[in-house]
């Protein structure tokens, strides 16, 4: 028979619903990333920063890869629709290239550790970039809006994928150094300044530097 100290230990014990562990794991690893880097992180710290036993993150994880792929993929899906979503506000196709840049470097400001896990070198086995309906990943949807921006004669003639490539480069250096507060002495600190900075710097991209 338990004892009464017994059954109070055991009920003090997390209880969690379907589902709710993993997101709980999930959470506490871009915690600790954020607080301490990727050198903290482990699946123990993680489960102990979860409130769960060491073996709990194993129902879910079979190592601590796994455990960031899941994290850079649920990271993906959000930016691509943070950009999906900005797009589909514009009316032009300038206004969509144009939103598509904006949306990615706000999405890694507002999301530092998860954008960090997302492009880092811990991977044997890149994530899942598209979503599980197959729908367009963030990637796609740029080369698509260049593809839309040449049908209307603003963008030149010209290998999509090579210009795509160029517009991601300046567009994730951006992103890093906003991540990295590498511009902080610059006074690009909140959120409407790199706004502005992000459509300036598209808009560069767009247009040229040649007069």
């Known amino acids: 028979m338990a004892t009464r100290g017994t059954r109070k230990k055991t009920a003090d014990k997390p209880r969690y619903h379907h589902g709710d562990l993993r997101r709980a794991l999930l959470d506490a690893s ?6 301490e880097g990727f050198g903290a992180l482990s699946l123990r710290e993680v489960a102990r920063r979860a409130g769960v036993t060491h073996a709990a993150p194993y129902r879910h994880f079979p190592d601590k890869e796994a455990l960031l792929v899941a994290v850079a993929e649920e990271g993906f899906r959000a930016m691509t629709a943070r950009m999906k979503e900005r797009m589909g506000r514009e009316s032009t196709p300038e206004g969509r290239l144009l939103a598509c840049g904006v949306a990615y470097v706000l999405f890694a400001m507002e999301h530092p550790a998860h954008f960090r896990v997302m492009f ?3 991977f044997t086995h890149p994530p899942e970039l598209s979503s599980a309906d ?4 963030s990637f796609g949807l740029l080369v698509g809006a260049l593809s839309e921006a040449q049908r209307a004669g603003m963008v030149r003639e010209g290998d999509n994928q090579l210009f795509a490539l160029s517009c991601w480069s300046m567009v994730h250096g951006l992103a890093s150094l906003l991540v990295d507060k590498l511009l902080d002495r610059s006074g690009v600190t909140t959120r409407d300044k790199a706004e502005a900075l992000a459509e300036q710097t598209v808009g560069v991209l767009l247009h040229g530097l040649v007069r």
């Open 134 to 137: 197959g729908d367009v990943d």
């Open 30 to 35: 871009l915690a600790l990333i954020s607080e």
């Open 120 to 122: 880092g070198p811990h």
